[in-house]
């Protein structure tokens, strides 16, 4: 089943703690990406990486780290965990074709819940 | 400052009836648009991009740089049609796409 996968599906945790959710495409693609859901359901893009390589970085606090051990996988590593973190986070990707990039291809979300 | 507006966060209409979702961007260049959509339960996935001007599943989006609008349409609404819909514009054609705040479509019947 070619896709976007993410784990955990749910993450309930507490404040303080540290926690990672893992993304794995099998699409191919040399880009992939973490986008940010608050609860009023604004999607922000969060993190780029190309092949490897950090290519977009918004701004977003130290404690979030993405890692990419290979251009299949990306993960997203999250340290001292706040109740503004709860939310839902998707990782995406893409190909790079001439004159851009095409379509996004997404995950399922991680819904993260900080107690 | 780039960024796309997506005015209504509920648009409910009947089935059959038209239906339009407004987009208007913010962006001095040459913009990529898209529209993504997510029905219930599923993934977000791509609708229809403007670099294409495609009909996708009956609906049609046509870029506007006077009014820096991309309003999507559908002329016959279907209740399968009921979803969360988002602009987006990739300003730097990275990949980076910048979201609109999302509209739930509710087609009724």
């Known amino acids: 089943d070619t896709a976007v996968s993410q784990t955990p599906k749910y993450l309930v945790t507490q404040m303080g703690n540290d926690k990672s959710i893992k993304c794995e495409q099998n699409l191919g693609h040399d880009t992939m990406y973490w986008y940010k859901q608050d609860s009023k359901k604004f999607l922000k893009i969060m993190f780029s990486?190309?092949?490897?390589?950090?290519?977009i970085n918004e701004t977003v606090p130290n404690r979030f780290s993405p890692k990419s051990p290979d251009k299949a996988h990306l993960n997203l590593h999250i340290n001292s965990l706040e109740l503004g973190d709860s939310a839902v986070y998707f990782c995406a990707s893409s190909q790079r074709v001439a004159g851009g990039v095409d379509e996004q291809f997404f995950g399922p979300g991680t819904r993260l819940t900080v107690l | 400052a780039q960024r796309v507006t997506q005015p209504e966060k509920l648009l409910s209409v009947f089935k059959g009836a038209p239906v339009e979702l407004k987009c208007n961007y913010s962006y001095s260049g040459s913009p990529e648009l898209f529209w993504y959509v997510q029905y219930s339960r599923q993934r977000l996935q791509l609708l229809l991009r403007?670099?294409s001007r495609e009909s996708i599943k009956g609906f049609t989006a046509d870029l506007n740089k006077g009014e820096t609008s991309f309003h999507l349409k559908k002329p016959f609404a279907q209740e399968e049609d009921s979803a969360m819909y988002y602009c987006a514009l990739d300003p730097s054609n990275t990949g980076k796409l910048i979201f609109g705040q999302g509209t739930t479509l509710q087609v009724k019947p």
């Open positions: 990486y190309n092949n490897k390589e950090l290519i």
């Open positions: 403007h670099i």
